[in-house]
């Protein structure tokens, strides 16, 4: 992330100590001052071994899924999944925690849990976005899977500066045996905010890309809209032919000075269904309508 207030403040995340069955020891995060030339690194206080405890918040096994971004008035903040125990196993707790630094990413405060739960629930691939014009309100969306059940989009926001965070609540519901995953907010220049993710869904449907839209800042939101089919089919390991864990079924999504949103994610459309390649499509119009989808890679 970059500081809007300065082009040479920026912040990066990354997880630390990669357990091989899923999350991390801890989250580190480190800043830059000068451009990227030198970094001082913090770790996060939302697992143990990053400094957290009962007493901060973050006592947790394992934390993963890091997110970073900048307020208007320069406040950094980091969100990240925190768990102890596997997922859905009894006794397990997992949590979505955000922290804010006062000093541009060198220390951080005790983290705030947005929302704590343990089985038949697990919340999962978190964002956090601050409103670039409006330093009161940042936004944090992701989606909690149910043992089950469907697994809706889950969003909340602080409306002063972190300080607290409205209570999480569904904005899509993705249906019966379906999910929503990558869930990402962009902010608008005139304040509209675009919720992107992709809709996995059961039965003859199919896979999608779409978004939700809100004109008040979170407070309510639209139906969803459509993008395009997501036809992605996942990477493989170019020996073996193993399939890989990649990011197949997570779009990315950014918004240009004169409003104009552009969407790229992984989509074997181009070959015929034979590998995945980059796809872009963009919205002039605040995500209401979009571009039918052209390659970025060469082929």
Not at 59 to 82: C, K
Not at 95 to 119: E, H, I, Q, Y
Request: proline share 6%; aromatic share 8%.
């Amino acid at each position: 992330a970059v500081n809007p207030r300065d082009a040479n403040h920026l912040l990066a995340a990354w997880q630390q100590d990669r357990w091989s069955n899923g999350s991390a020891r801890g989250v580190v995060t480190a800043a830059s001052f000068d451009g990227g030339r030198t970094w001082t690194r913090s770790p996060l206080p939302f697992s143990r071994c990053g400094g957290g405890s009962a007493g901060t918040g973050g006592n947790f096994e394992r934390a993963t899924d890091p997110w970073v971004s900048f307020g208007a008035d320069g406040t950094a903040y980091a969100m990240g999944l925190a768990t102890t125990g596997g997922s859905f196993a009894a006794g397990s707790v997992n949590a979505m925690l955000v922290s804010r630094s006062p000093d541009g990413g060198r220390t951080w405060g005790n983290p705030a849990a947005l929302v704590t739960d343990t089985a038949p629930f697990f919340h999962d691939k978190n964002t956090i976005t601050a409103d670039p014009h409006d330093a009161r309100f940042a936004y944090a969306v992701w989606d909690r899977v149910r043992q089950g059940g469907p697994s809706p989009s889950i969003f909340t926001r602080t409306t002063d500066r972190g300080a607290t965070w409205e209570p999480a609540r569904v904005v899509f519901e993705p249906g019966a045996g379906s999910q929503t995953i990558g869930n990402l907010v962009v902010v608008l220049p005139d304040g509209t905010l675009v919720n992107l993710f992709a809709h996995l869904e059961s039965g003859a449907s199919g896979n999608s890309l779409k978004v939700i839209r809100s004109s008040d800042r979170g407070a309510t939101w639209s139906d969803a809209t459509k993008i395009a089919d997501l036809l992605s089919i996942g990477a493989r390991d170019p020996r073996s032919g193993a399939g890989i864990r990649d990011g197949a079924i997570i779009p990315q999504a950014a918004v240009g000075p004169d409003g104009t949103m552009h969407v790229v994610w992984q989509d074997a459309r181009f070959s015929g269904g034979a590998r995945d390649e980059i796809a872009h499509s963009r919205s002039t119009d605040a995500g209401l309508t979009w571009s039918t989808p052209v390659r970025v890679n060469a082929p």
